[in-house]
């Protein structure tokens, strides 16, 4: 792969230690991927912060690299860069119950990617909190359901990276140029229309569906009727977990459904038709639980939006809750709920706004749940594997109960 002259001086250590390693992952992947040369990146979001996922050998590779740069006080994160969603509210884990010993490991972490410059907000929908990319902006984003947001709704360009790849493309503000960075990788590869009009959670039950069958594709999707954005991040989550979908279109919506190719596509044998009795049944198998009521609901993946959480305000405004709720978003969007008001009536209920982290990246099946309610595809398809507990998937209105 070419490197230019300052991109040789990060990779032969001119940088320090910090930089050059992170240039050797950049370059490992671009020769594994048959990537020409570097491109400049506008923006990181790195995965790999939950202290479940990663664990202690990821605290110490964390702690190496921030060690490294200290050492050397060389310039990090060349570009604005925010994390995914760590295994506990960094700020408030005791009262939601976390273990301390998990909770100081946590932040740990986090700490450790702050000294690297990387910002500590720890979300999965970082463009609802000002990590904001433009149409066609390169960037090296992780996570896989802000991978497709950012790919389909937004326009920019980036390929599912993993955390170090991420993290490397942060320190270096580069990342190598193929996949989903060329022009021709970001056609469609088969058409998906829709017979009845959808809402809501469907988009998360389409999603599932459409995941299975694509794997890696990129579906062009002809909607009987206009999404919402928050539709629409349900839709990718769901895509990105069943299969592993980076980018889709929507005819008439998302910004690059014109040079997809449909043309190309109409006569395609591959082509999917979605009728309503196939979302009802995708409904129902993302249900494992023979029980009618969770013990958790757990709302909010991707992470809520402050229209979201008004949402769940007005379900629960002057009742009582009687399951646990969870209502995970990020810290910048529950700062905003705090001053609508929104967080008073939602913990007036009973329920908690939880910050930074989410059903899955918690140790939720160390603390005493055995059926977890969400109305997100995407929970409903990991949280039986990811935490071993049951899962029920509905809508919000019907997963809470309330006392009588
Ligand atoms: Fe985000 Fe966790 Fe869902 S990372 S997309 S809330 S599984």
Redesign the pocket.
């Known amino acids: 792969m070419y490197l230019n002259k300052e991109e040789e001086k990060m990779y032969d250590g001119t940088y320090g230690d910090t930089v050059r390693k992170s240039m050797e992952i950049l370059v490992a992947l671009g020769d594994i991927y048959g990537a020409e040369n570097l491109v400049n990146i506008t923006s990181a979001q790195i995965s790999g912060v939950s202290y479940k996922t990663i664990g202690d050998a990821g605290l110490e590779y964390l702690q190496d690299l921030a060690i490294g740069q200290g050492l050397n006080n060389n310039p990090i994160a060349k570009v604005p860069s925010t994390l995914?969603?760590a295994g506990t509210d960094l700020d408030n884990w005791e009262t939601l119950g976390f273990s301390s010993e998990f909770s100081k490991k946590q932040n740990e972490i986090v700490d450790a990617y702050g000294m690297l410059g990387i910002s500590k907000t720890c979300t999965?929908t970082p463009y609802l909190v000002g990590n904001v990319p433009r149409f066609k902006d390169h960037v090296a984003w992780s996570?896989s359901?802000a991978v497709a947001y950012v790919n389909s709704v937004i326009g920019a360009r980036t390929n599912r990276e993993g955390g170090p790849s991420a993290l490397a493309a942060s320190i270096c503000g580069k990342t190598p140029m193929y996949g989903y960075h060329l022009e021709k990788n970001r056609k469609a590869s088969l058409l998906v229309e829709l017979e009845v009009p959808i809402k809501g959670i469907d988009y998360g039950a389409l999603g599932y569906m459409v995941g299975k069958e694509v794997g890696d594709g990129v579906p062009y999707f002809i909607f009987k009727n206009e999404s919402t954005n928050t539709e629409l991040k349900s839709l990718g989550?769901a895509l990105a977990s069943s299969g592993a979908v980076a980018l889709y279109h929507v005819e008439n919506q998302t910004p690059e459904y014109n040079n997809a190719g449909k043309n190309e596509l109409i006569e395609d044998s591959n082509n999917i038709f979605i009728t309503a009795s196939d979302i009802k049944n995708t409904f129902e198998n993302l249900t494992n639980s023979s029980k009618n009521e969770a013990d958790l609901v757990c709302l909010?993946?991707?992470?809520a939006s402050l229209e979201e959480i008004k949402e769940i305000a007005d379900i629960v405004v002057n009742k009582k809750i009687k399951n646990d709720l969870w209502v995970?978003t990020s810290i910048n969007v529950k700062a905003a709920s705090d001053r609508m008001g929104y967080t008073k009536i939602i913990e007036s209920a009973g329920g908690h706004i939880v910050c930074d982290t989410?059903?899955?990246?918690a140790p939720i099946e160390d603390m005493g749940y055995e059926t977890i309610g969400v109305n997100?595809a995407?929970?409903a398809n990991?949280v039986p594997t990811m935490c071993g507990l049951d899962v029920i998937f509905d809508d919000a209105k019907n997963l809470i109960k309330f006392e009588p």
């Open positions: 995914n969603p999965c996570e359901s989550a909010g993946c991707p992470h995970c989410c059903m899955v990246v997100s995407k929970a990991y």
